[in-house]
C-alpha cells in the first residue's frame, strides 16, 4: 500500500493551509463570539476553488477527489471549527447531490454556481420529530399538475440562510408496501412561502448558520425533483455517507488544533523550574493525543480513497466518523487540561475548540447512530437502520 499524497493531493492541502492560515484563523474569535457568518471567506474560497474541489470542471469545479477535499477541510476545521462546518455542509450537502443524482440542466443550473462559489446550497433533512430517524419525514410534497406544492418544517439546517438553494426531503407518495415515498426536490430559497429564520444560540460552531426551514405551499417545478422519487431515501443516506467522511475530516481538524496549541504550551509554560513538557504526565498525554489524530486521520483517508474507487464506503465513513468525532472531543478536553487555568479562558482558544467539538458526534448521525450503522454493515441485528 501507498500512503503517500499525489502531487496534486499535496498542492491542495497547501493552497486550503495557507488559506486558512491567513484568511481564516485570524477570525475564528470573532465569528465565535459574534456568530456572524463568515461570508467574505467564502466567497474567497469560491474565487480559488475550494467549493468546487471533488467535482469536475466542467460544472465549474477543480477536478480534484474525496481525499484533496477531505485534506482541505481538515485545514479550514483547524483555523475554524465554525467556517469547517459550513463549509463542509456547502460541498457535500448542498452541492454533491446535484452532481450524483441531478439532470445535466440541473447540474448547469444549480451545481455551476455552488462549485464555482457564486452561490451556497443546504441539505433540508432533519425535522422535529425526525432527526436520527429520516424515514419519519412528515414534509409532504403534493403533485399538481407540473408542479410539487410542498408543505412541512425543516430545522438544524446548516448553511440554509445564506444559501441559493436548499435541497428538500418529503414525502411525495405512499409505496406498494404501504410506506412513505420520500423524495429530494431542489428549492429555491426565494421561493414564496418559504420562510427560513436563523434564531438558533448554539454551543459552538456559533458562526456556522443554522437555520429553520418552514414551507408553506411552496411550489417548485416537478423538473426539480432530484434523481428517481423512489430512491429519494436511498439518495440521502449515500449523501449522508459521504457526508460523513467530511465531518470525520472536520473532527480531526479541530483535534489537530488543539493538539498544537496543547504541544506549543507544554514547552512554554514553567513548573517546579522546566517546562511541563519534561514530565510524564504531559509527554502520554500529548503522545495519545498524537497516536488517536493520526488513526483517525487514516481512517478518513481510507475512506475517501474507497469513495474515489467507487467501492462501498458505508461502514468505513462510520468508522471515520464514529472515532473521529470521539477523538476529537477527547483531544479537545485534553489539550484544556494541559493549558489547565488558561485553557478556561476564552483567550487561548482551546474551549472554543471543544464546544465546536461536540457537534461532530451529532450532526450527520450522531455517535450511537453510526454504531448502528456499523451493526447493520457487519450483519448483526434484523433492523436496517442507518
Known amino acids: 500500500m501507498n500512503f503517500e499524497l499525489t502531487r496534486e493531493q499535496q498542492m491542495i492541502r497547501e493552497l486550503a493551509r495557507d488559506f486558512a492560515k491567513q484568511e481564516?484563523?485570524?477570525?475564528?474569535?470573532?465569528?465565535?463570539?459574534?456568530?456572524?457568518?463568515?461570508?467574505?471567506?467564502?466567497k474567497k474560497m469560491g474565487e480559488l476553488g475550494l467549493l468546487g474541489i471533488p467535482f469536475p470542471e466542467s460544472y465549474g469545479g477543480s477536478g480534484?477527489?474525496?481525499?484533496?477535499?477531505?485534506?482541505?477541510?481538515?485545514?479550514i476545521g483547524k483555523a475554524c471549527g465554525s467556517t469547517g462546518l459550513s463549509y463542509a455542509a456547502a460541498v457535500s450537502l448542498g452541492a454533491a447531490p446535484i452532481y450524483y443524482f441531478g439532470t445535466e440542466e440541473q447540474k448547469q443550473e444549480y451545481l455551476v454556481p455552488l462549485a464555482t462559489g457564486r452561490a451556497l446550497g443546504a441539505?433540508?433533512?432533519?425535522e422535529p420529530n425526525a432527526g436520527s430517524d429520516a424515514g419519519g419525514t412528515r414534509t409532504k410534497a403534493r403533485s399538481e399538475g407540473d408542479s410539487y406544492v410542498i408543505s412541512g418544517e425543516k430545522c438544524w439546517i446548516t448553511n440554509a440562510g445564506f444559501a441559493r438553494t436548499v435541497i428538500v426531503t418529503a414525502v411525495t407518495g405512499i409505496d406498494d408496501n404501504g410506506k412513505n415515498i420520500?423524495?429530494?426536490?431542489?428549492?429555491?430559497?426565494?421561493?414564496?412561502?418559504?420562510?427560513?429564520?436563523?434564531?438558533?444560540?448554539?454551543?459552538?460552531?456559533?458562526?456556522?448558520?443554522?437555520?429553520?426551514?418552514?414551507?408553506?405551499?411552496?411550489?417548485?417545478?416537478?423538473?426539480?425533483?432530484?434523481?428517481?422519487?423512489?430512491?429519494?431515501?436511498?439518495?440521502?443516506?449515500?449523501?449522508?455517507?459521504?457526508?460523513?467522511i467530511s465531518i470525520?475530516?472536520?473532527?480531526?481538524?479541530?483535534?489537530?488544533?488543539?493538539?498544537?496549541?496543547a504541544l506549543t504550551y507544554a514547552r512554554e509554560r514553567k513548573q517546579f523550574g522546566r517546562p511541563i513538557s519534561y514530565f510524564q504526565a504531559i509527554q502520554f498525554k500529548l503522545a495519545d493525543m498524537a497516536m488517536e489524530i493520526e488513526l483517525a486521520r487514516n481512517m478518513v483517508l481510507k475512506a475517501a480513497w474507497l469513495k474515489d474507487q467507487g467501492r462501498p464506503f458505508t461502514k468505513e465513513a462510520?468508522?471515520?466518523?464514529?472515532?473521529?468525532?470521539?477523538?476529537?472531543?477527547?483531544?479537545?478536553n485534553q489539550s484544556i487540561q494541559i493549558h489547565g487555568g488558561y485553557?478556561?479562558?476564552?483567550?487561548?482558544?482551546?474551549?472554543?475548540?471543544?464546544?465546536?467539538?461536540?457537534?461532530?458526534?451529532?450532526?450527520?448521525?450522531?455517535?450511537?447512530i453510526q454504531r448502528l450503522v456499523i451493526a447493520r454493515q457487519l450483519g448483526i441485528g434484523k433492523q436496517a437502520l442507518k
Open 318 to 332: 462510520a468508522f471515520a466518523k464514529l472515532y473521529a468525532s470521539e477523538m476529537a472531543f477527547r483531544t479537545c
Open 248 to 261: 470525520a475530516a472536520l473532527a480531526v481538524g479541530i483535534a489537530q488544533g488543539a493538539f498544537e496549541a
Open 343 to 368: 485553557g478556561y479562558m476564552k483567550e487561548y482558544g482551546v474551549e472554543r475548540m471543544l464546544r465546536d467539538a461536540k457537534l461532530m458526534e451529532i450532526g450527520e448521525g450522531t455517535s450511537e
Open 123 to 126: 441539505f433540508g433533512l432533519t
Open 64 to 75: 480534484g477527489d474525496t481525499i484533496s477535499y477531505a485534506l482541505s477541510v481538515e485545514e
Open 24 to 42: 481564516i484563523a485570524p477570525h475564528a474569535e470573532h465569528v465565535d463570539r459574534t456568530g456572524e457568518f463568515p461570508i467574505e471567506t467564502f
Open 182 to 244: 420520500i423524495s429530494a426536490i431542489i428549492v429555491p430559497t426565494d421561493s414564496e412561502g418559504f420562510t427560513i429564520k436563523s434564531e438558533y444560540d448554539k454551543m459552538g460552531v456559533r458562526g456556522s448558520n443554522t437555520s429553520q426551514l418552514i414551507l408553506d405551499n411552496v411550489r417548485v417545478p416537478k423538473q426539480n425533483l432530484l434523481g428517481s422519487p423512489e430512491k429519494g431515501f436511498k439518495q440521502f443516506l449515500n449523501t449522508l455517507d459521504g457526508g460523513r
